[in-house]
């Protein structure tokens, strides 16, 4: 047996649920949506109260099941029923256990019993491509895995599964932007297991194609056409969809790296990266002391935004930023966003320096542009902060001037303090927030952060180490 | 009369020869002349003695006399004896007068005499096109001139002249790489006078093409495709000839930006602009010390290499550390070049900053190019410099890495003392001065060179404060 199966044979003991754990987890299933039938028969409503998700494909991992329980109406109900009664029956039904509200598009209901999590979710029975909500596709996807993953095969899922999260590429909620369990699904169909899996997305490329229906047979450059994206995973059930669109290029570029990686030095730390608990005060503050860039943090509070609406305002702001902040002479080297999706919020921008020459070379209009030329002269010579020129160089009149902002830290709490950033691209809804109130805090001062904001510290010891667990294996020093 | 020709007036006063000046340099030219045709009698050497230059074209400045003196021999003779025999006979023409040895492609004998300087310079007589040497081609231009430039237009090249000299745009040399005597001569028959010169430019662009003898009438675009350039004038005596190859596309901006000033807001500046004298040291320090940016000034002594040669080495190798140093992260605002033209030589970088941050970005391959990422992965994670990553970013491996040469002071003291720089661009004649010797100096270090070099304060001053004259006037003030 080689070192990747004897690595997959061990991860997989670990991660497939015991018999035990299996009959607690189904007979929970099965007692609320017994309940939830009878409900719905004594208010006279016909529908279909089916088991959905990894529990029904039998893909889940031990310790993390979902409950997936949806409620097939037929298509004449209307989605406002979706919104009142049913969620009333829906408690109802799981009464005792701990309620969560969910601010989706669609509404459902999530309880946790015992640390495993319950959806109750209403969809309509319609035929494929008749969609009438986001959630009635999942029958459809149930079945077809229960139809299509042969037995032999659902270890190599919960592998892939468990690989995905190892690396954190799992899921395709927004603040991931990866890899479904669906999705890896129908990969591991496809490709016939999990290293093989591994093996062909060392063959993807920027608008790899993955098409099991053949939906798309001799017209692949028209799929390409019509989805638009790096990664394009057709569903089986559904031509018109992409299962990859939630994957960012991003994470289905870390998930290549680590398949070739891992490829060449299996380890068990794809699939269990070391957790080390969370750093001491004193040795951030080393690291951020030694390391020679400027790290910016941006805090606010955001209370009450529903994750991907978190996340989606995080990315966009902090992409706006990194061209703001270009824009403005700064060389960012990196972004990145912390939340604990409740209270509060980060933004971390790592500059190659947050202090810029304080001298700006401005190139102006070729000195044949009338208009201009006569502008640029008469602007930059009553300028007080001139500092050499107006002088011609090549086809050009140009200056050198004292610079706006050299300072990051000021250009930010200027910018910030009106209008909560929206004229720098922090997006709506969180510049609202950092109307309510934000901080910058620079460099060493970041450590004030970790003193209040659990997780923080973790977070940012690995954002300052940069490499993944999985890179930093024995075999690198003898190389 | 308006302000132009106000100040047109005036200049050509002080510029056009009295009737004392113009008989003493002529009345000298005419007995070297007459000296050199009995000396060549004598030798039996058929040969025709040729007054050239502004003197024969009356187009000279006063108190700028070059008395251009031309032998016209016949093809059959050696160009041997150009080098030899030839220059005894100049000499002993011009005895008395002081000789000056020149080093040019062609042999030709300089004398100064009273401040006026004497060339003597030997030619063939050649039908236009079957030119045999460089100067060949004199004679012709003499007389096209002669034939075409009325009168009344005379004054209008001194003024021109007059002009290029004031904005430093008057010379074919190298070291100004800007409009001949000849090509000033062109432009006033062109378009009719000097005010007319100054319109015309402001409607020059890249390309711009004057064509006198009509060479290339109705075939425009062949010429530019042919020439190449961005300003051609195509010589009437050679239509392979363009007489603007020599402007630099700067100097050709400069003068555009200059007539369009002096058509807007007139000034005795553009002719004779103010010279003020040597600034104190302490002044230059002070500029130096409040500047914002960092200057940096290569010195090394250059004895023995002809001005055209030296400073063809000193702009290559300017344009090449332009280069070197922004490959390196530095950000070059501007370089100049300054020389006595006898012994010293000193190139002067200016840098938004001598220092760069110290950590430095270095993206990778994307994931999926196989040896390429082993290879990136490898070598980064051994390097002892590494600060962050590898990560993933976009679909590309990145690292954060100390910053190689952070400081460009001891990068040009490192490469220059290494076979003089050659491996950063340092041209070679430059390079092999650099190896007997070179000195760095950062901000206020430059004030050394100060002390020592005769006419490098002023040239820094003027580096320094970067506007022309001209710019400076009251008239913006106002605006």
Redesign the interface.
């Known amino acids: 047996m080689g070192a990747h199966e004897e690595i997959c044979s061990r991860v997989l003991k670990a991660i497939t649920p015991k018999p035990e754990e299996r009959q607690k987890v189904m007979s929970m299933a099965e007692s609320i949506m017994g309940r939830l039938r009878d409900l719905l028969e004594a208010e006279g409503v016909k529908a279909e109260v089916r088991l959905e998700g990894s529990l029904a494909k039998d893909t889940w991992l031990s310790g993390e099941a979902d409950v997936d329980i949806f409620v097939r109406f037929r298509p004449d109900v209307p989605k406002e029923f979706f919104k009142t009664r049913f969620l009333e029956l829906a408690k109802e039904a799981t009464k005792g256990l701990r309620h969560v509200e969910r601010y989706a598009e669609h509404p459902y209901l999530e309880c946790l019993a015992d640390g495993v999590r319950v959806n109750v979710v209403p969809c309509y029975d319609v035929r494929p491509g008749g969609w009438l909500s986001a959630t009635d596709r999942t029958p459809y996807h149930t079945d077809f895995i229960k139809a299509n993953l042969p037995d032999r095969l659902k270890g190599d899922v919960r592998l892939l599964k468990k690989f995905m999260k190892g690396i954190g590429a799992y899921g395709a909620e927004i603040k991931v932007g990866g890899f479904s369990g669906y999705l890896c699904e129908l990969l591991v169909i496809y490709y016939g297991g999990f290293l093989e899996v591994l093996k062909g997305a060392?063959r993807?490329?920027?608008g790899a194609l993955i098409d099991l229906a053949g939906h798309y047979e001799g017209r692949e450059e028209e799929a390409r056409e019509f989805f638009r994206h790096?990664l394009i995973v057709v569903d089986p059930v559904d031509p018109f969809r992409n299962v990859a669109a939630p994957v960012r290029?991003?994470k289905?570029?870390?998930f290549?790296?680590a398949a070739?990686e891992f490829l060449l030095r299996p380890s068990d730390a794809f699939f269990f990266p070391p957790k080390p608990g969370p750093p001491a005060l004193q040795e951030l503050r080393g690291m951020l002391r030694a390391?020679?860039?400027?790290l910016l943090a941006i805090y606010t509070r955001v209370e009450g935004m529903a994750p991907d609406v978190l996340w989606g305002q995080v990315f966009r702001t902090l992409r706006a930023l990194r061209g703001t902040l270009g824009r403005a002479g700064f060389?960012v080297?990196?972004t990145a966003g912390w939340s604990d999706e409740q209270e509060h919020c980060v933004l971390l921008i790592e500059l190659?320096?947050s202090r810029?020459?304080?001298?700006?070379?401005k190139v102006g209009p070729?000195?044949?542009v009338?208009e201009h030329?006569e502008r640029f002269?008469?602007k930059n010579?009553?300028d007080p902060g001139l500092?050499?020129?107006?002088?011609?160089?090549?086809?050009?009149?140009v200056?050198?001037v004292?610079r706006k902002w050299p300072y990051a830290k000021e250009f930010l709490v200027k910018n910030l303090s009106e209008q909560g950033g929206r004229q720098i691209g922090v997006a709506p809804l969180l510049a609202k927030c950092v109307e309510e109130g934000f901080q910058v805090l620079e460099g060493e001062e970041l450590a004030e952060l970790c003193g209040k904001l659990k997780g923080f510290p973790e977070f940012l010891r690995d954002f300052?180490?940069?490499?993944?667990a999985w890179?930093a294996g024995r075999s690198?020093e003898a190389?």
Chains 1, 2 share one sequence.
């Open positions: 060392l993807w490329r920027k790096h290029l991003e289905m570029c870390l290549m790296a070739r390391r020679g860039t400027s060389e080297l990196r190659a320096s810029l020459p304080p001298v700006v070379k070729p000195v044949w009338e030329v002269l008469r010579m009553a500092v050499s020129g107006p002088y011609v160089e090549g086809d050009r009149w200056v050198l004292k300052l180490v940069g490499r993944p890179l690198w190389g």
